[in-house]
């Protein structure tokens, strides 16, 4: 019998309906995973390359909330899939299909309303995956321990210090990796086997066997006390009654030798803002430049960036910065900015620490410091930004460290009130 790599019998379903409210405005019009990140990709892609890249190729994205953005993202960037060599991604908006008025009720009521779906890609195991996290992951390592360890369950894990674990589902786990307790955000984490002050946090991300998952949904489906949600109901259940492992991140994470396993979850402006600036550094621990594990996109076509003027107080330049093609820096500083495609900036201007998403127009002499603008805005001339947090505040979303968020809503009524 001819053998497959697990990975050929493997599907991944990538939960990707969450709205992310912490993002602020930056989700007024998409789904979290959807929101641009690194320049020129989105959120999800982080989750759907890790998947090719692994070798699975047979992928569902199950959507809710504001999702046209992403169905068109998948749309125009994704659609190199083959269905005559048997892969493919499908998107699984939330419609109803269980004959009620339901929509998803929860991460695994997003699973079993289609069950039917799944059956029909005739694979042995399935990973679950969160769509709205940033890192890099080897899932083939983990597949292979949950099927070396003959798992119920296998749990992907961070190891993080004891004090930050109270924001995640917990796990404490005896020396061979075994799940012992899931504790949702506890006050008093457990640590780990060999570090009382680390704790194991869960990433989101499971592995299955698809026969045993299949009938512990439906099984979940007639509990009425169940909210339908693998990490309240099904992990804790299977730690209680069968067999869930743990999977260290520190043992798939894909990352240049010596450097530290990268994980985070751009889950609010401040953390958004952070990520990329980390990105204009020296040496990024998340590393986009890897040829060998490369983060796929939708690459629209547009021309490379172009810096003009050199003159005193009017030179186009970027310095420490990612400039993604279709850009136009006429006569702008740029320092320390990440800015995504199609960004046009014009004289006089100053960006520092801006992570500026695609489509703005920066027009003369603005000055803008530790921002986020959102896509399409159009900076006016002269408008100054991250200097005075009072005058700021008046008009946009400051955030606890001092980042502004811009949005055109934000500009459009500052400019009706003078």
Known sequence: MRTQRITQR?????????????????????????????????????????????????????TQYKAHSLIRHTQRGWSFFRAERNEFLDVLPAS?????????KGTADAVTQNIDIVDSYNVDYVVI?????????????????????????????????????????????DKDGRITSFLEKPSDPPGTPEDPDMSLASMGIYVFDWAYLRELLQKDAQDPNSTNDFGSDLIPQIVENGKAMAHRFDESCV??????????????????????????????????????????????????????HNESGRRGIAISSMIAGGCIISGTEVR??????????????????????PEVVVNRSAILRNVVVDRGVVIPQGLVVGEDRGEDEKWFRVTDRGVTLITQDMLDKRADSQ
């Open 10 to 62: 493997s599907m991944a379903f990538v939960l990707a309906g969450g709205r992310g409210s912490r993002l602020k405005e930056l989700t007024d019009r998409r789904v979290k995973p959807a929101v641009p990140f690194g320049g020129k990709a989105r959120i999800i892609d982080f989750a759907l390359s890790n998947a090719v890249n692994s070798g699975i190729r047979k992928i569902a994205v199950a």
């Open 255 to 308: 990352r240049q030798d010596g450097a530290p396993a990268y994980w985070k979850d751009v889950g609010t402006v401040d953390a958004f803002w952070e990520a990329h600036i980390d990105l204009t550094g020296f040496t990024p621990e998340l590393d986009l430049w890897d040829k060998t594990w490369p983060i796929w996109t939708y690459n629209e076509a547009v021309p490379p960036a172009k810096f003009i």
């Open 336 to 357: 320390n900015s990440v800015l995504f495609t199609n960004v046009h900036t014009n004289s006089y201007a100053v960006l520092d620490h801006a992570v500026v998403l």
């Open 96 to 104: 109803q299909r269980d004959g009620t008025e339901n929509w998803y």
């Open 129 to 173: 995956l969160a769509g709205d996290h940033i890192y890099k992951m080897d899932y083939e390592i983990m597949l292979r321990q949950h099927v070396e360890s003959r798992a119920d369950v296998t749990v992907g894990c961070l190891t993080v210090p004891r004090a930050d674990a109270a924001a995640f589902g917990v796990m404490a786990t």
